[in-house]
């Protein structure tokens, strides 16, 4: 039994986080992922992102667990020579910088695959790699409020647009991006053509509003965005100042749901019980189930849902998640070491495998603890990595 | 030249989004995807979700394009056997019924598997396979509300929980979930193995929110959620009413962005010169900054912005998306011709590669489309069709 992806080395150029947490993923999945950085400024900009006195940061530790690190001036010459030799060693190199970046430094595609036709390009831009905006830089909030996102989330067209999580178009793009790794690695097993991967914030945040997007498209308007989709689809205070969430999307629901709360004279109103008579008629129905949720506490009305099959979860706070039941019984939270800050609990494996499980690599590795290693076991001499330490082209922690 | 997936079959049992836009993603990079929908009530139910007078349904068309629909009575022993012998034609099964459902339909993993020792099974669930709640029924909104996402996203602890976008852990759980099956086909390619393939919408909400999970695990509090994150790092309102989004997070933004609005006077002001101070005082900042922005148009300053290379975008409509000369430039919105409803854009391919690309497919089949294809291309014999069409067990329309 091993990892689905044991072998396959990754030289890892990503910064900040779409192109991070994709990396990841692969390396949860088993890949050897080579991050390199630079030694100006203290190494990549994510380590210094949301720094707590302690010197911790779950924003570095989340995005680059189980890489090595390597520490690579890539704007001298020699810094360069030394990435694209380690390059022709590896199977997949991504980066995410904007369009253009790495072409300039020297290290575009073309160069990499120049020494190994076989390597898997991937690049992650912000807006996509044509176009009038290609070479403009972009970040997170930058593709949810250009995407219709910001706007639709804020309420839709009039509306205050929001910004609900920072790092949902990165996030959701690392998830895309390493789909789109795994479908060229894929590939090459089977035709053992390397070839570059294309994915942007912007396309994918498209992608994730793909349904609403071809609703507006053929409507011509957006769709309805309330606090609650549905008087039966959202969620609703209860008398300990909690809030219970419903899902009541199939028609079966609406019954259990009124039988629930108490309120089954309900059930047969004309104004009600039909799901377009409900949506039309939610001003006169949210009022009645406000007040029915606020007459008993969450765990009796969670009780309740649950006894009668409807889908119902209590709103948790992540302090709650953290110590999650579920979450721990599937191992989406587990525990491990660190080396400088002891026994701490970070977010397991989410893609689980039978029969080749990946496993969740090492905390994220300080500033160049790899580059003497790796670039030793890529077939560097000690007299170059002498001449190149001496240079300051590379630094070892 | 040949798409990534040609020669891929999928047998798809997925109901509502998760799962059905997972085969879509599959369905683009060329996989044969052939979807199994069952005749009671018209097939799968995501078909009459968000239905328009004229019969067309974003949801369904963004979430089944690309597909095949073989409508199958999978509760009569005949249809489970057919679904079965089909099965064993294909290289992967997936689905995203709860817990048990296949196991209880006699169509788990365990079926398949003894007719085919290389199939691979994807299952998409709402809570994870293990713990107290897993054979309880979750939806989108009840996993944003669980995992702490609709709690961070109203404001954090103590504010009113928001579901700022309906689908969003469906959509990112789809991408996720097409990413775990691309690897088990990877894995599957070098060692012959098929094996169980588990993602959950919990589990891909935890991994989507990791680093905000992470800083919680460690510090015991969730960060700030605020409107705008940072001054430098949000939208802002112009004199046209249309907002600018600015992402300044790298400290080389904040002298540029003062400038481009003409308020170079406080890059050295001692309250907002260094990023902490900035935090600290962005009560006083950010009304300078509404101001400024407030004084001329958005064409105005998302022009300066741009020319002082500052990363920023106009907050978009969905209307304007769709038109949008960036997301055409790069194939992102694309037209296709739908037998019944004519010329139309819909979301292109946000996946791209360079050597083996893959293509999106026609529009979503109406019921039962292929289903006598299907089977027949499966080994079925004119008997066998000709009995299961005789007692209700198989449809084509």
């Excluded at 929001?162 to 959701?172: M, N, T, V």
Aim: aromatic letters at 8%; charged letters at 25%; one cysteine or more.
């Amino acid at each position: 039994m091993t990892t689905p992806l044991s072998g396959i080395r990754i030289l890892d150029f990503t910064r900040y986080q779409q192109g991070p947490f994709a990396s990841v993923m692969l390396a949860d999945m088993g890949a050897e992922v080579i991050k390199v950085e630079e030694p100006d400024g203290g190494g990549e900009y994510g380590r210094r992102l949301w720094k707590e006195r302690d010197g911790f940061t779950g924003f570095w530790e989340a995005c680059n667990r189980g890489k090595k690190s390597v520490c690579i001036d890539l704007r001298k010459p020699e810094g360069r020579d030394a990435a694209l030799d380690l390059g022709a060693t590896c199977d997949v190199v991504i980066e995410n910088f904007r369009a253009g970046t790495m072409d300039a430094w020297g290290l575009g595609y073309e160069e990499f695959r120049a020494r190994n036709p076989r390597i898997i390009y991937g690049q992650a831009t912000g807006w996509g790699t044509k176009g009038p905006l290609a070479s403009y830089p972009s970040f997170d909030q930058i593709s949810q409020a250009y995407s219709g996102f910001a706007q639709h989330s804020g309420g839709g067209p009039g509306c205050r647009p929001e910004i609900p999580y920072p790092g949902l178009a990165d996030q959701s793009g690392a998830m895309n991006f390493a789909f789109g790794i795994m479908t060229a690695l894929f590939a090459r097993e089977r035709t053992g053509l390397g070839q570059r991967v294309e994915v942007s914030l912007l396309g994918t945040q498209l992608a994730l509003q793909s349904p609403e997007l071809v609703h507006t498209m053929h409507t011509g308007k957006e769709r309805e965005r309330a606090f609650r989709a549905a008087p039966i689809i959202g969620h609703y205070e209860c008398s300990d100042g909690r809030w219970v969430m419903i899902v009541g999307v199939d028609p079966k629901y609406w019954p259990r749901v009124m039988r629930a709360l108490g309120i089954e004279e309900l059930i047969d109103d004309p104004r009600f019980a039909r799901g377009y008579a409900r949506q039309e008629n939610r001003h006169e129905l949210e009022p009645l189930m406000e007040k029915a949720f606020r007459a008993m506490d969450s765990a009796h009305w969670l009780a309740r849902l649950r006894d009668a099959d409807v889908p119902a979860a209590i709103v948790q706070e992540y302090a709650e998640v953290a110590t999650d039941e579920q979450a721990l019984a599937n191992g989406y939270i587990v525990e491990q070491q660190h080396p400088r800050f002891g026994l701490m609990r970070t977010v397991g494996l989410h893609v689980q495998l039978s029969g080749t499980p990946g496993e969740i690599g090492a905390p994220a590795p300080d500033l160049g603890r790899d580059t003497n290693d790796v670039l030793r076991a890529a077939g560097f001499s000690e007299d170059r990595l002498g001449a190149l330490a001496a240079a300051g082209v590379i630094l070892q922690s």
